[in-house]
């Protein structure tokens, strides 16, 4: 028997991958919120949950994207978890929350073992 799965989707609107995860939702007609990082980034608590769900804050910095370079993080010395409550767009997208579970980027895999 499955279980109602609690789907929501972090990323932008910009983003290919999270596009990709919402179309993946959307064609096995499974309902998800949809949470654009342009407008709102996550909780201390959501950040915490997935932070334990995905191994570690590292795992959610995008240390490739352009908000990372433009604000020098290689740089300098940071709190991690701060620049990423204040600074959403720092975040790798998407990131898939199904309750205590979550991935970051696109993991269609892991999404079907969610069912």
Not at 45 to 50: C, M, S
Not at 55 to 84: A, C, M, P, S, W
Not at 90 to 106: D, H, M, S
Request: hydrophobic residues 40%.
């Amino acid at each position: 028997m499955a279980f109602a799965m609690n789907i929501q989707i972090f990323g932008t609107k910009k983003c290919q991958d999270t596009r990709k995860a919402e179309r993946y939702f959307k064609e096995r007609k499974i309902a998800f919120q949809f949470v654009d990082l342009t407008v709102r980034g996550l909780s201390k608590g959501e950040l915490e949950k997935v932070r334990v769900a995905v191994g570690g804050f590292d795992n959610l910095i995008n240390k490739t994207g352009k908000e990372y370079e433009k604000r020098n993080l290689k740089y300098l010395v940071h709190d991690v978890e701060e620049q990423l409550l204040n600074q959403p767009l720092l975040l790798k997208t998407p990131i898939v929350r199904n309750g205590a579970r979550a991935t970051v980027g696109y993991c269609p895999e892991v999404w079907a073992s969610w069912s």
